[in-house]
Structures are given as C-alpha cells and as structure tokens.
T-cell receptor, first 116, second 113 residues
Framework: DAGVIQSPRHEVTEMGQEVTLRCKPI?????LFWYRQTMMRGLELLIY????????DSGMPEDRFSAKMPNASFSTLKIQPSEPRDSAVYFC??????????????FGSGTRLTVV | QQPVQSPQAVILREGEDAVINCSSS?????VHWYRQKHGEAPVFLMI?????EQKGHEKISASFNEKKQQSSLYLTASQLSYSGTYFC??????????????FGKGTLLTVNP
C-alpha cells in the first residue's frame, strides 16, 4: 500500500492567494482527518470526515478554510484568501472506524505551506 | 481539551530508560501514542482502550489509567532510533464513538551514544 498521499509537499504562495491541498487516504479507510502543525500550537484537528461526510469541523479556523471529500479516495483543504498566519505543516490522516473498533491513524507526509 | 504531556524534553544515553506521561481533565475512551522524527509524519506506535490491558511494542510499552485519565509510555533500554518527538492523542468520551484525537504538545526525546 502506498500509504496516505498528500500533494503538494511544499507550497509557497503570496498573501491573498487561494491554496488547495490534496489528500488520498489509504484504500479501505473510512475516516479522514486534516490536522495543522505549528511549533506554538502543536497538532490541531481542523476537520474530520467519516464515510465522506464531515462530522466535526469545529477546528476550522474561520470561513477562509473549507474542506471537501467528494469520494472515498480524495479530499481537499482550501484556504481562500491565504494569510501569513496560515503558514504551517498540514497533515492528512486516515483510519478505519467500524463497529466501535479503533485503529491507529496513518499520516501522510504533510504539506509545508508558507504564505509570504 | 488538549492533554498535557510531561516532561517536555528528555535526554538519554543509549541503554537508559524513560517514561513519558500524558494526562487529561476529560474522561477518555482511548489513548494513542505516536512518534515523529524531524521533518517526517507522525507514526503510530500503539493504542490503549478503556478497559484494555497494557500494550507493548518491542521495548516500548504503555499503560492507561482510565480513572485518573492518565497514560504513560515506557521506553526501555533506549536505542538511537528512539530519538524523536512523542505525542499522545486522546479520544474523549465513554462510548468509543468519537474517533477524533486531540494531541498533546509532544515530548522531545534525544538518545545520545
């Protein structure tokens, strides 16, 4: 298995531009999570999907952030317009959640976003 | 509610032992432990469930005291490859249907020769 695949690995953009981050979860996993990691705040959960449906988006900072999961094999996180304080590493993670069974998360390699 | 990890950092010589603690003010159903090396993604180590037993993975094991909402990670006879930042992730609630994890700020472990 190729693992969780994120693209791009690095993104440098100017303030005010739109940024789209992409994630392909592990085949067969039905839960997908977007996290943001910074030195100050650590790993913060932004949004969580189960069976392609957004379950909890309480961590999305503001209306500039949006996320979609049109099918089981693809998700996007969009920031429009981007601001310097959005600079961080964004991780996508997936896992299997079924019948109360719990498994570990598999994280993608992350996207390092720099907004200048 | 973000769990609190201690210590924030620890430096060991190869072969020494370490304990990393994770505590929450909320009732927990499960605790996950991950290790992240610099510039890489976090990697899953183990999961401990409410009512479950202590888990082990080679020389790394963990315990979960659900009454105190605390978990500890034990690293025995540390190796150079154990260096990295260790995170606990907690799943709040009693029913086990939450699934989302809240991560602590991490413990930086450095193992020197």
């Amino acid at each position: 298995d190729a693992g969780v695949i994120q693209s791009p690995r690095h993104e440098v953009t100017e303030m005010g531009q739109e940024v789209t981050l992409r994630c392909k979860p592990i085949s067969g996993h039905n839960s997908l999570f977007w996290y943001r990691q910074t030195m100050m705040r650590g790993l913060e959960l932004l949004i969580y999907f189960n069976n392609n449906v957004p379950i909890d988006d309480s961590g999305m900072p503001e209306d500039r952030f949006s996320a979609k999961m049109p099918n089981a094999s693809f998700s996007t996180l969009k920031i429009q317009p981007s601001e310097p304080r959005d600079s961080a590493v964004y991780f996508c993670a997936s896992t299997l959640t079924v019948g109360g069974r719990h498994y570990g998360y598999t994280f993608g390699s992350g996207t390092r976003l720099t907004v200048v | 509610q973000q769990p609190v990890q201690s210590p924030q950092a620890v430096i060991l010589r190869e072969g020494e032992d370490a304990v990393i603690n994770c505590s929450s003010s909320k009732a927990l159903y499960s605790v996950h432990w991950y290790r992240q090396k610099h510039g890489e993604a976090p990697v899953f180590l183990m999961i401990l469930l409410k009512g479950g037993e202590q888990k082990g993975h080679e020389k790394i094991s963990a315990s979960f005291n659900e009454k105190k909402q605390q978990s500890s990670l034990y690293l025995t006879a540390s190796q150079l490859s154990y260096s990295g930042t260790y995170f606990c992730g907690t799943e709040e609630g009693s029913g086990g249907s939450n699934y989302k994890l809240t991560f602590g700020k991490g413990t930086l472990l450095t193992v020197n020769p």
